[in-house]
């Protein structure tokens, strides 16, 4: 059982998430997404939108995503409450005033817009989408990719 406190290595925990698309495809013929139960939660809390990307939003057909979310959040909790050796620390200390939740609250929108914008999340595309050959999912992931190197090697040139 002590290998359910620990961290998974990349060679087990890659695998069984690279797994999970194609069984998610071939057993219900649906795609693995996170970002799109945005929409699905939006389409309940205005239910009279006349937006037409809320407007014809099939919540009904789409009810699984909001399960599935439901069901990664308590999973997290679990593992973070009951299968964790450590307490989990949500968010380090230099967040916690006023500067910190406006960073946050700033960043949140601005991932909010590029999810949106991006038509998914880096996950999405990155998993789901590479595993279509979709072809917006490969630049999308190269952008992810390229992007993630620039900031960390830009922020570590700037924190000198």
């Not at 698309?21 to 970002?35: A, E, F, M, Q, R």
């Not at 939006?42 to 057909?61: G, I």
């Not at 973070?80 to 946050?104: D, I, T």
């Not at 072809?135 to 830009?154: D, E």
Request: aromatic fraction near 14%; charge should be positive.
């Amino acid at each position: 059982m002590d290998w359910l406190f620990e961290t998974w290595p990349w060679y087990i925990a890659g695998p069984l998430i690279g797994l999970s698309v194609p069984l998610l495809l071939i057993l219900t013929g649906k795609t693995l997404g996170i970002s799109s139960s945005f929409r699905h939660w939006c389409s309940l809390a205005f239910p009279k939108s006349q937006l037409p990307y809320l407007k014809n939003n099939d919540v009904r057909k789409e009810s699984w995503n909001l399960i599935f979310v439901a069901g990664v959040l308590l999973g997290g909790f679990i593992a973070a409450n009951f299968l964790s050796a450590r307490p989990p620390q949500l968010l380090p200390p230099e967040f916690a005033s006023l500067e910190g939740v406006v960073k946050l609250f700033i960043g949140g929108i601005l991932v909010g817009f590029g999810t949106r914008y991006a038509d998914g999340c880096t996950s999405g595309h990155t998993i789901m989408g590479l595993s279509n050959l979709r072809l917006p999912s490969l630049i999308a992931s190269i952008s992810f990719f390229i992007g993630g190197l620039a900031m960390t090697w830009g922020g570590a040139l700037f924190a000198r």
